[in-house]
């Protein structure tokens, strides 16, 4: 059995369904992320395990034990929430070290463990401060500081990082990984922010509605989105979503790339299982750039040209939007680019990294490798 | 700027002024009894009222404080406050704690039918003193404490739970339950989490509620009537006895110092806590 194993979960709050039949199971020491927009359940889920809300239906099993109805102080888990939730009226130390006082640790060695973590977390100074002096991102070292002291089996964060400013929390984002890299501790994370999923978890869960659209590995929900929900919330900018439509021509099923300058290119969808019909293609700007960016090892591409629409420079890369199929479309080009809004330029499309949907069911059409 | 200042000094002014007159109308009649009660009962008599003392004399307070015939006992009003602090004590604790604690269950602990027993404790704020009285007797009666400090400090318990219990309701409403669950997760207890996050931070709060309460309970005169025998009435019972008293020449000097020792414990907690009491209200509004 798995580490952390949730097993059919669903929540009905006042008979209407917010959690349905939610599998995950995760090894220990993994860190797991629960991604997806406002309102898809995350921090329901997140509560559930820590037994916060009751389970409607289904049983969470942590370390072999079924929680599924064991109090949340009785579950050994640590968790930091939104808002830090630092208790007003008690000084950092006292903050950090009251889960230790209520579990009887005596009064010295709450001291020792608290200036243990105070050390690693550089908030030694702070101690004896109350939160309402600290900064944001102090108060949110002091949240980490009360999970960590625990030592527990599972880390819960509900989104921690989402009341810093960008900079601070590009800074926290890399700390909670070097964090985690040293702790080993299992961790299940929320976030409705996809680049923190990509860079911090080891497993990612792509929520939707109440629903887990795709569970795995950073690179499999990144290159093999499932459906057209997890496709265009995960990455940044997101993927072209391009519908088209399919023929068969001579025995082979084709579809045409059409670009505001009235060319026509055909594209044949090589492997894939599908007859004529309506489709959506997906396509990652960095699969679509120009010839200077383009990567050399790549032999099955389409080049066309095209007239640019708008160029938009953001540092390193340069978002240049063309016309393809009468939709607009992302590319991403080189941040020293020279195409100039108005003109026209050549693209090369990787024709390997593109992504096939139904259009109807949204879901991702199989390639049979060749 | 310039043109706007001009009317706008005026309209302070005649603000001011109005705010002058409301307090004149209001402090003119403590300001009688206070000159009033150091003055010979002679000197009262022959007229000015508004006048300071000729003569001043403590003698009208000593009176009132311990030797004033109350009822049919030369006591002075001193038993009687002594009784009606055995009273508001007990009575403005116990509500206040019991009002916390509902607060703390009906906002946070929520349970199946929280809003019918919220709109109950409500509802009790709003029911007249005299329809309680029979059935309070009664109730009063079969606990055996009718006419003691005990059974008066249960009625002003009971009475008191619901404005104490709306207010620590609506205090804890916008106390964050992000902080509950955290200290659910560090292993805290219900009455641990009370005692160790919500009190700490609830000082408005109970500020409000304790200078509600007090003044309430020490000036009650209807319940300290109805429950009370003569050796555990409390004081505003007593001052009714010492003004009404028949025997005798009326001692306004007298009347006047038993007036004023009456009114001194609420009118101390006032000076001493009132800025908290605004205070705790807008914490309770605002956020709530
Ligand atoms: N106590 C409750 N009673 C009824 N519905 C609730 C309750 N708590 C949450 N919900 C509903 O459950 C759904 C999921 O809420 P949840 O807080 O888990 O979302 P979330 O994914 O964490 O969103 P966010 O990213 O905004 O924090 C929402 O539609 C919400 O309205
Ligand atoms: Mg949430």
Known sequence: ?370 | MMRASLPGSAMRSALYLILLVFSIFYLVPLYVMLVNSFKELDEIRSGAMLALPDNFTLAPWESAWSTAQIGVSPTGLKPYFINSIAMVIPAVLISTLIGAINGYVLSKWQFRGHRWVFGLLLFSCFIPFQIVLIPMAKTLGILGIAGSTPGLVLVHVVYGIGFSTLFFRNYYEAFPTELIRAAQLDGAGFFMIFARILLPSSGPIIVVCIIWQFTNIWNDFLFGASFTDFDSQPITVALNNLVSSSTGVKEYNVHFAGAILAALPTLIVYIVSGRYFVRGLMAGSVKG
């Open chain 1, 1 to 370: 059995m798995s580490f952390l194993q949730l097993q059919n979960i669903s929540k009905i709050y006042e008979s209407q369904p917010v959690l349905e039949s939610i599998n995950i199971s995760i090894e220990k020491g993994e860190f797991l992320v629960l991604v997806g927009p406002s309102g898809c359940g995350k921090s329901t889920l997140l509560n559930m395990i820590a037994g916060l809300e009751d389970v409607t239906q289904g049983a969470i099993h942590i370390d072999e034990k079924d929680v599924t109805h064991v109090a949340p102080s009785e579950r050994d888990i640590a968790m930091v929430f939104q808002s830090y939730a630092l208790y007003p009226s008690m000084s950092v130390r006292e903050n950090i070290t009251f889960g230790l006082e209520m579990r009887g640790v005596p009064r010295d060695e709450r001291n020792q463990q608290c200036d243990q973590v105070a050390e690693i977390l550089q908030i030694g100074h702070l101690l004896d401060r109350k939160p309402s002096a600290l900064s944001g991102g102090q108060r949110q070292r002091v949240a980490m500081g009360r999970a960590l002291v625990r030592n527990p089996l599972v880390f819960l964060f509900d989104e921690p990082l989402s009341n810093l400013d960008a900079k601070l929390r590009v800074d926290m984002r890399t700390e909670i990984k070097l964090l985690h890299q040293r702790l080993k501790t299992t961790v299940v994370y929320v976030t409705h922010d996809q680049i923190e999923a990509m860079t911090l978890a080891t497993r990612i869960a792509v929520m939707n509605g109440g629903v887990i659209q795709q569970l795995g590995r950073p690179e499999e929900i990144y290159y093999h989105p499932q459906n057209l929900f997890v496709a265009s919330f995960m990455g940044s900018p997101s993927m072209n979503l391009i519908e088209i439509e399919a023929a068969d021509v001579n025995g082979q099923i084709c579809f045409e790339i059409e670009t505001s300058n009235g060319d026509t290119h055909a594209v044949a969808l090589d492997g894939y299982q599908c007859t004529g019909g309506k489709y959506v293609i997906g396509v990652r700007p960095e699969d679509l750039t120009d010839i200077e960016t383009s990567d050399q090892r790549q032999t099955n591409t389409l080049r066309f040209s095209s007239p640019v629409d708008v160029v938009e420079p953001a540092g390193s890369d340069t978002f240049v939007v063309i016309q393809v199929c009468g939709q607009s479309v992302t590319c991403r080009v080189r941040g020293d680019s020279k195409i100039q809004e108005g003109g026209e330029a050549e693209f090369l499309l990787n024709l390997d990294r593109i992504h096939l949907f139904d259009q109807h069911s949204g879901e991702r059409l199989k390639r049979v490798v060749s």
